[in-house]
């Protein structure tokens, strides 16, 4: 069956790439379109044959990516702009010209001073001065967290760190490193609380067994609620 028969929307936002060490084809629709990771001896023929047999299930995911992208914030980054820190919701004041750079919170309110000395456009740098501090409030935040609960199984955290990741809310190498998207501090403190649960419970038991989840409701015993807070809204966390 000929690639056309896929339609527009699967074909225009569609990847494709070999790999020696791929066993099979793997498929993952996301916020970039469709792509299809499949081993070197496998032919595009097959691939396109394989993907017409899920067209419907194609379209479905990626109507679901359109959804999710509509549901996002639209932030412009100035005055009365809103962002969220732990569930609290928090307004934006930006002062133009200040002597320096920086970032304040004051109860429910985020100050966000631009040093005249910027060439950039402001909503730009007050983009990056927030990415910035919220980077900063969650390393201390989750790092003091992750060691709380670590101590309570009587476990021990070797690093915490926090970075942008595109897939992964957290990991857990076995040395005990431990990695946040910094991001979850958009997040009601709940739904923080259970994704650190998760990761030090990863301490214990490095799967997802039955002994892992039992693990984790030690640690954090409404974890149900938010882990399905997280797969439901956690595309709409973004700064």
Request: hydrophobic share 40%; with cysteine.
């Amino acid at each position: 069956m000929s690639s056309l028969a896929l339609p527009d929307a699967v074909l225009e936002r569609l990847q494709i790439s070999s790999s020696s060490r791929r066993r099979s084809i793997g498929i993952k629709v996301g916020p970039d379109g469709v792509r299809v990771l499949k081993p070197s001896s496998v032919s595009r023929a097959e691939v396109m044959r394989l993907l017409q047999g899920r067209r419907h299930w194609l379209l479905e995911k990626l109507a679901l990516q359109q959804q999710r992208s509509e549901e996002r914030p639209d932030h412009h980054y100035g005055n009365g702009d809103s962002f969220a820190l732990l569930g609290q919701q928090l307004t934006l004041t930006v002062v133009q010209n200040a002597r320096a750079n920086r970032v304040e919170q004051n109860a429910d309110q985020l100050l966000v001073s631009l040093s005249a000395r910027g060439r950039k456009p402001a909503p730009e740098r007050v983009r990056e001065l927030l990415c910035q501090w919220y980077m900063a409030q969650a390393l201390a935040h989750l790092e003091a967290l992750s060691r709380r609960y670590a101590e309570q199984i009587g476990e021990r955290v070797a690093s915490v760190k926090v970075k942008l990741t595109r897939s992964k809310w957290g990991h857990c190498s076995r040395a005990g490193d431990l990695q946040y998207n910094w991001l979850i501090l958009l997040a009601p403190a709940p739904v923080v609380e259970y994704l650190v649960a998760h990761e030090v419970s990863h301490l214990v038991h490095m799967n997802h067994s039955r002994e892992f989840w039992q693990q984790v409701e030690v640690l954090c015993p409404d974890y149900v609620a938010s882990r399905r807070w997280l797969k439901r809204h956690g595309h709409r966390l973004v700064i």
